[in-house]
């Protein structure tokens, strides 16, 4: 992650505006190579996990898309068929996607909703869903341009600074005007979970932290699941995510260096 995304993520905890989240959103997108983004912040139903079938809240949306596209979409109710959406709903890590991967096997519904979705220019990009406790949702999607990208969508980096961008972003913009805040209680982290977690944020792997730590992997994944659970979350970027946010971890790379509200 280089400096200015760094810059970037640090200046989200001075917006206090739905308008602020996202500009800064679409600044970073542009930083990170992408032209456009979707994004997407409720809580579901329990019933409805691990996919967003249902809100419980009325959702906050952030998004750039074409407005004839954005009308054409939801005035067609497109979502329920819409591949990708399945395909994010059905994992917990970031997707790389092309919507011409889905064409094959789709039917002609389906495919012409790729064939618009190519003319629109949101045909391929990364999604990266986000999952809390009592059914706090979000989904943030960066839309590659129509030129080639300057890395392939799969790069692993790209998706690990995706997949931190949007936690981050999320988590953020939550505390700072979302839709149900909540107060953050203190954090009983161990010296050694915290240590373990800079290591994780700094892009180890648990077999490179346990031997930095001199311990073994299966230490390093205990410390790193008791920090899921005291965190609240499911997931290894979202607690790096919340932990810069409280101010306990530096971000990744920094040291040393109507159904819905859409907007």
Same mark, same amino acid.
């Given at each position: 992650?280089?400096?200015?995304?760094?810059?970037?993520?640090?200046?989200?905890?001075?917006?206090?505006?739905?308008?602020?989240? @996202? *500009?800064?959103?679409?600044?970073?997108?542009?930083?990170?190579?992408? $032209?456009?983004?979707?994004?997407?912040?409720?809580?579901?139903?329990?019933?409805?996990?691990?996919?967003?079938?249902?809100?419980?809240?009325?959702?906050?949306?952030?998004?750039?898309?074409?407005?004839? !596209?954005?009308?054409?979409?939801?005035?067609?109710?497109?979502?329920?068929?819409?591949?990708?959406?399945?395909?994010?709903?059905?994992?917990?890590?970031?997707?790389? !996607?092309?919507?011409?991967?889905?064409?094959?096997? #789709?039917?002609?519904? &389906?495919?012409?909703?790729?064939?618009?979705?190519?003319?629109?220019?949101?045909?391929?990009?990364?999604?990266?869903?986000?999952?809390?406790?009592?059914?706090?949702?979000?989904?943030?999607?960066? &839309? *590659?341009?129509? +030129?080639?990208?300057?890395?392939?969508?799969?790069?692993?980096?790209?998706?690990?600074?995706?997949?931190? &961008? +949007?936690?981050?972003?999320?988590?953020?913009?939550?505390?700072?005007?979302?839709?149900?805040? +909540?107060?953050?209680? #203190?954090?009983?982290?161990?010296?050694?979970?915290?240590?373990?977690?800079? !290591?994780?944020? $700094?892009?180890?792997?648990?077999?490179?932290?346990?031997?930095?730590? @001199?311990?073994?992997?299966?230490?390093? @994944?205990?410390?790193?699941?008791?920090?899921? #659970? @005291?965190?609240?979350?499911?997931?290894?970027?979202? *607690?790096?995510?919340?932990?810069?946010?409280?101010?306990?971890?530096?971000?990744?790379?920094?040291?040393?260096?109507?159904?819905?509200?859409?907007?």
């Amino acid at each position: 992650m280089d400096h200015l995304l760094q810059q970037r993520l640090i200046d989200l905890h001075g917006l206090s505006e739905a308008g602020e989240f @996202k *500009a800064h959103l679409q600044n970073i997108a542009r930083t990170m190579g992408f $032209a456009r983004i979707f994004y997407v912040s409720a809580r579901l139903v329990p019933a409805s996990l691990p996919g967003p079938g249902g809100f419980a809240e009325i959702p906050l949306i952030l998004c750039d898309y074409p407005e004839d !596209w954005v009308s054409h979409y939801q005035g067609r109710q497109l979502a329920r068929i819409d591949p990708v959406i399945a395909a994010c709903n059905a994992t917990r890590r970031p997707l790389s !996607w092309d919507v011409r991967g889905f064409a094959p096997e #789709a039917d002609e519904p &389906v495919r012409r909703l790729l064939d618009d979705a190519i003319d629109a220019g949101i045909d391929r990009g990364i999604s990266v869903p986000i999952y809390g406790v009592g059914g706090e949702y979000g989904m943030v999607t960066f &839309v *590659a341009d129509r +030129a080639e990208p300057a890395r392939p969508l799969d790069d692993t980096g790209l998706l690990s600074d995706c997949t931190l &961008v +949007a936690n981050h972003f999320h988590m953020t913009l939550r505390q700072r005007i979302g839709n149900d805040p +909540a107060q953050i209680e #203190a954090l009983r982290l161990t010296a050694r979970e915290l240590e373990v977690m800079k !290591w994780a944020a $700094a892009g180890k792997t648990r077999e490179e932290i346990a031997d930095i730590l @001199k311990v073994t992997p299966h230490t390093v @994944k205990f410390h790193i699941y008791n920090t899921h #659970a @005291k965190l609240d979350v499911f997931s290894t970027p979202h *607690a790096i995510a919340k932990l810069v946010y409280l101010g306990l971890l530096e971000p990744p790379g920094l040291s040393g260096s109507r159904g819905y509200r859409m907007v």
